[in-house]
C-alpha cells in the first residue's frame, strides 16, 4: 500500500505537485519577466498575453505567482528542516539521558510553546529584520518546541523498550544506540509532523508578508501579492484572487497529503476503513 492508493493521497499529491512544479520552473521560464513594469498594461484582465491579469504596475499576475510559489515554498521547506534538525537533536538527547538537563530544557520548551508560533515569529522578525534569512530563522525558531516535545515523548516510549536494554548489554555504546535504534524509529512521526508544519510555515510565512515582514518587495510571494491587491479588489479582483487560490489550494493539498502519510505509517490507523 502507498500513500497515493487513496483519494486523499491522489489529490493532495497532485495540489502539491502542481505548486513544486509551478516553482521549479519559474527557476528557468515565465510567461513574462515577473518584474518588469509595463504601465501601459496596468489592471488588465485576465486573458491574452496576461492569462491571469496584471497588477497595479503592469506586471503579470502569473509569472509572478510562478515565482512567488519558489519563495514561499522555498522558505518553507528551509524552514521545515531547520526546526526539525534542531527539535530532533533536542528531542533524542533530553529523551534518552533525561536528568536535570531535560527538566531544565523542556521548561523552556514549553514556555515557547505557550506562545503562539506566529507571534514568537513576529517578534523575532523585529530583532532579525525583515529579509529571507530572518524568516527562516524566526519560523525555525517558533516551530522547533514542538518538534522537541514530539520527538522527546517518543524516546521516552522507546527507551524502556527491550531492544534498547539489549543493546546496551551488547556492549553498545550511547551514541550508537541513540543513532542505530532510537533516531530511526522517530521517523514515522517525525514524516507526518513535517508534513503538517511545512503547511503551518507556508501559512505563517504568506501572513507574514502579508503584514510586510516577509521577503522584501519587489520579490514576489503569494502573501505580499495577496496584500498588494487589497486597494484593488473593487476593481481588480483577479489580484486577490488567485494568490488566495493558491495559498488555500497548497494547504488543501499539504493537509490531504498528511492524512494520507498519517493513514499509512500510523499502524492504529491501518484497519480504519
Same mark, same amino acid.
Given at each position: 500500500m502507498t500513500i497515493f492508493r487513496s483519494l486523499r493521497g491522489v489529490v493532495g499529491g497532485l495540489l502539491v505537485g502542481i505548486s513544486l512544479a509551478a516553482a521549479a520552473i519559474s527557476l528557468v /521560464?515565465?510567461?513574462?519577466?515577473?518584474?518588469?513594469?509595463?504601465?501601459?498594461?496596468?489592471?488588465?484582465?485576465? $486573458?491574452? @498575453?496576461?492569462?491571469?491579469?496584471?497588477?497595479?504596475?503592469?506586471?503579470?499576475?502569473? !509569472?509572478?505567482?510562478?515565482t512567488g510559489a519558489g519563495a514561499s515554498i522555498?522558505?518553507?521547506?528551509?524552514?521545515?528542516?531547520?526546526?526539525?534538525?534542531?527539535g530532533t537533536v533536542i528531542g533524542v538527547l533530553t529523551g534518552f539521558f533525561r536528568g536535570w538537563t531535560d527538566r531544565i530544557v523542556m521548561t523552556f520548551n514549553d514556555a515557547l510553546l505557550a506562545f503562539p508560533g506566529i507571534l514568537l515569529a513576529l517578534g523575532l522578525l523585529v530583532v532579525l529584520g525583515a529579509s529571507r534569512p530572518g524568516i527562516i530563522l524566526a519560523?525555525? *525558531?517558533?516551530?522547533?518546541? !514542538?518538534?522537541?516535545?514530539?520527538?522527546?515523548?517518543?524516546? *521516552? @516510549?522507546?527507551? +524502556?523498550?527491550a531492544f534498547i536494554e539489549a @543493546?546496551?548489554?551488547? =556492549?553498545? $555504546? +550511547?551514541?550508537?544506540?541513540? *543513532?542505530?535504534?532510537?533516531?530511526?524509529?522517530?521517523?514515522?512521526p517525525l514524516t507526518v509532523l513535517a508534513t503538517s508544519m511545512f503547511g503551518w510555515v507556508l501559512l505563517s510565512e504568506s501572513a507574514l508578508s502579508f503584514l510586510g515582514l516577509g521577503a522584501?518587495?519587489? !520579490?514576489? @510571494? /503569494? $502573501?505580499?501579492?495577496?496584500?498588494? =491587491?487589497?486597494?484593488?479588489?473593487?476593481?481588480?479582483? /483577479?489580484?486577490?484572487?488567485?494568490? $488566495?487560490?493558491?495559498? !488555500?489550494?497548497?494547504?488543501?493539498?499539504?493537509?490531504?497529503?498528511g492524512d494520507a502519510l498519517r493513514d499509512r505509517l500510523d499502524p492504529r490507523m491501518r484497519n480504519i476503513a
Open positions: /521560464w515565465t510567461p513574462h519577466n515577473p518584474l518588469a513594469l509595463n504601465l501601459m498594461a496596468r489592471l488588465a484582465p485576465p $486573458g491574452g @498575453s496576461f492569462l491571469l491579469g496584471t497588477d497595479e504596475f503592469g506586471r503579470d499576475v502569473l !509569472s509572478r505567482l510562478m522555498s522558505i518553507s521547506i528551509a524552514t521545515v528542516i531547520f526546526a526539525v534538525t534542531i519560523l525555525g *525558531l517558533a516551530y522547533t518546541p !514542538s518538534v522537541a516535545r514530539v520527538v522527546r515523548g517518543t524516546v *521516552l @516510549s522507546l527507551r +524502556e523498550n @543493546s546496551r548489554v551488547m =556492549g553498545h $555504546g +550511547e551514541v550508537y544506540t541513540m *543513532l542505530r535504534h532510537i533516531l530511526p524509529n522517530c521517523i514515522a522584501p518587495p519587489p !520579490s514576489p @510571494s /503569494w $502573501g505580499n501579492m495577496l496584500s498588494g =491587491g487589497r486597494a484593488f479588489m473593487s476593481q481588480a479582483p /483577479w489580484l486577490g484572487i488567485f494568490p $488566495g487560490l493558491c495559498i !488555500s489550494l497548497t494547504l488543501l493539498g499539504i493537509n490531504l497529503l
